[in-house]
């Protein structure tokens, strides 16, 4: 199938670290990806990952990856109020001779005071 | 550089309507594509247009349609509205060539079926 799954909601304090969480489907997926959608803004890549790389680290994200798992997560350190918004975890999915990008339901993250 | 640009913000149609949604992309991108955001269910790959040309689509019914022009903006046409079409549609763009996270995405249509 093509199911990416996350959990829908997710709750931290400010200053706290944010861990979202990720399953996807395919094995053979190239790269995956975070997306971070805004209220009225389209869809900003935070980042992505080579499927050949166990972890990637970009300021505040730290992405982490276990193959084996099919598992994928994204730690926001230091979260801020304006960290709130909701997170898709992508992963690229070849269909015949193109590929595509098959999205999760996205996380709503809520970074409370 | 303007980003992807998509019209109009929000419509609004009743069951069996038609709707047309636009997109311009980033000027120089010769990819379009199309996605559906319902409610629950994520983002939905809907349509991917390059050089004026279908290259791939999702599993979508037929009445969903759409096209690209000599310019590279594109349309998304919806036939036949259902309830259940009543969602964000995003569109984004990409250059020739690039990867599939080079996609730049646009700020949606929000269509509602009523």
């Known amino acids: 199938g093509e199911d990416v799954e996350q959990s829908l909601f997710l709750s931290v304090r400010e200053g706290d670290s944010s861990v979202i969480n990720c399953t996807y489907t395919?094995?053979?997926?190239?790269?995956l990806y975070w997306y971070k959608q805004e209220p009225g803004a389209g869809l900003q890549l935070l980042t992505y990952?080579?499927?050949?790389?166990d972890m990637k680290q970009d300021q505040r994200l730290t992405v982490l990856l276990n193959k084996k798992d099919k598992h994928l997560s994204l730690r926001i350190a230091d979260t801020q109020t304006g960290d709130s918004a909701i997170y898709f975890c992508?992963?690229?999915?070849?269909?015949?001779?193109?590929?595509?990008?098959?999205f999760g339901t996205g996380t709503r993250l809520q970074v409370t005071l | 550089e303007a980003g992807v640009t998509q019209s109009p913000t929000h419509l609004i149609k009743t069951r069996g309507q038609q709707a047309t949604l636009r997109c311009s992309p980033i000027?120089?991108?010769?990819?379009v594509y199309w996605y559906q955001q319902a409610l629950g269910l994520g983002l939905q790959f809907l349509l991917w247009?390059?050089?004026?040309?279908?290259?791939n689509r999702g599993n979508f019914p037929p009445r969903f349609s759409g096209r690209q022009f000599p310019n590279y903006s594109s349309e998304l046409n919806v036939n036949a509205l259902e309830l259940e079409d009543s969602a964000l549609y995003l569109c984004?763009?990409?250059?020739?060539?690039?990867?599939?996270?080079?996609?730049?995405f646009g700020p949606g249509t929000r269509l509602t079926v009523l």
């Open positions: 395919d094995s053979s997926s190239t790269y």
């Open positions: 000027s120089g991108h010769t990819s």
């Open positions: 247009y390059d050089e004026g040309e279908e290259r």
């Open positions: 990952i080579f499927s050949n790389m």
């Open positions: 984004a763009s990409s250059a020739l060539g690039a990867a599939l996270h080079e996609q730049f």
């Open positions: 992508a992963e690229s999915m070849k269909t015949g001779t193109a590929s595509k990008l098959t």
